[in-house]
């Protein structure tokens, strides 16, 4: 499952390397499965329960990253709002005002927990808000071997990075392979490299985390229709693999992107930027945009799922660049 | 203690007065241990 396989990048980049500790609320207790077993196997130096305080703990981590540490904080994206001074005014800008003389190897593992009435203080996907923000690398894996492989490398980075976890995807099983069956002997997924998660010649859709799986479905579908797309999972969006969609957008000639944030500067509105203004020619209809409603989350279960990108949506926005 | 700081100071301000104006191909150096090309 994902988040067996980003617990144990955890645990074996805490093995690798005695800087590394890991921090946020309740994660002695696992409350989130992703620390499960840290603290007895590494103990009360190295796995630290913080107070609610996100501005205090992130902050911390920017100072002890400053003087040498490697720390790890566990999130949720709706908690992040109240440290955006330490993530942007700080994390995001030190080492480029200190001209390049600090080093900054924050990673935030940054849950969302969205689509299961949780409301509107509970259920941001506010990758797009760091896009926008120079310094900070954002990395948005979907399939447990990308979350294990993505999560390694964010923790060896020597600059900041938050890695989104989709919290529906928390179960998605996958096949993750064991380091014994791996080259180089650990499973390191380099940034800006997009995963082709299904070949296709009709439409390239491009899925941001738990899109995919929608992505997938709707393939399904629409193979019986007769129309074969092709899916493609971006994995970092800073930075971008944007030669991968444009080979594919070239091959294809039209382009849906996927995104459950909102749709108004999402990731999917970048994306969709890029592909126009660097493959204009190869487009054959409007590229389509399918993201969540420009509102906030409603707890209601009747209004809830009007917001996201689903299954349906997919498809209806794939014909409609077929028309 | 004062005097220490103050000589750091000024030393770090004589030392900005007599520097050129960076290049400007250095626009985006340090922002990144790797670069990245946003371009």
Same mark, same amino acid.
């Given at each position: ?9 955890? %645990? ?21 499965? *992703?620390? !499960? ?21 992130? #902050? *911390? ?13 566990? /999130? ?15 994390? *995001? ?28 203080? %509970? ?18 894996? +979907? ?5 294990? #492989? ?16 989709? #919290? ?32 296709? /010649? ?15 479905? *709707?393939? $399904?579908?629409?193979?019986? $229709? #007769? ?16 030669? /991968?969609?444009? !080979?594919?957008?070239? !091959? ?9 944030? %909102? ?46 990108? +689903? ?13 | 203690?004062?005097? &220490? ?6 030393? &770090?301000?004589?030392? &900005?007065?007599?520097?050129?104006? =960076?290049? =400007? ?9 790797? =670069?990245?090309?946003?371009?």
């Amino acid at each position: 499952m994902q988040v067996e396989a980003i617990n144990e990048a955890i %645990h074996e980049e805490m093995s690798n390397d005695e800087t590394v500790y890991y921090m946020g609320e309740d994660v002695r207790a696992s409350i989130y499965g *992703a620390s !499960k077993d840290l603290f007895n196997r590494f103990g009360e130096n190295r796995v630290l329960d913080t107070p609610l305080s996100e501005n205090g703990f992130i #902050g *911390a981590a920017v100072g002890s990253s400053l003087v040498g540490m490697r720390p790890v904080v566990e /999130t949720l994206t709706s908690f992040m709002w109240v440290a955006m001074d330490q993530l942007v005014s700080q994390l *995001a800008k030190m080492k480029y005002m200190f001209g390049g003389q600090a080093s900054l190897p924050v990673t935030i593992k940054a849950d969302m927990y969205y689509n299961g009435s949780m409301a509107a203080h %509970h259920s941001d996907r506010s990758y797009p808000f760091f896009m926008n923000m120079p310094g900070i690398k954002v990395i948005v894996p +979907t399939f447990p071997e990308d979350a294990k #492989g993505l999560m390694k490398t964010a923790i060896r980075d020597n600059d900041p990075c938050i890695v989104f976890v989709d #919290g529906n995807l928390g179960g998605l099983k996958g096949d993750v392979p064991e380091n014994n069956e791996i080259e180089q002997g650990e499973l390191i997924i380099p940034f800006g490299s997009a995963r082709v998660v299904k070949e296709g /010649t009709d439409c390239t859709v491009v899925g941001i985390v738990n899109s995919n799986i929608h992505a997938l479905s *709707a393939s $399904e579908k629409l193979e019986k $229709e #007769g129309i074969s797309i092709e899916i493609i999972d971006p994995r970092t969006l800073v930075p971008f693999d944007k030669e /991968t969609i444009l !080979k594919s957008v070239e !091959k294809t000639g039209r382009l849906v992107v996927v995104d459950p944030a %909102h749709k108004v500067c999402s990731a999917a509105s970048e994306i969709i930027s890029v592909v126009t203004e660097e493959g204009f020619w190869n487009l054959q209809a409007p590229p389509v945009k399918v993201a969540s409603e420009q509102v906030h989350i409603p707890f209601s279960p009747a209004l809830e799922p009007l917001i996201y990108p +689903t299954e349906e949506k997919i498809i209806e926005a794939v014909k409609k660049t077929l028309e | 203690m004062e005097k &220490a700081e103050k000589d750091s100071v000024d030393k &770090a301000l004589d030392f &900005a007065r007599k520097s050129p104006y =960076p290049d =400007p191909s250095q626009l985006y150096d340090d922002l990144y241990t790797d =670069p990245i090309n946003f371009a």
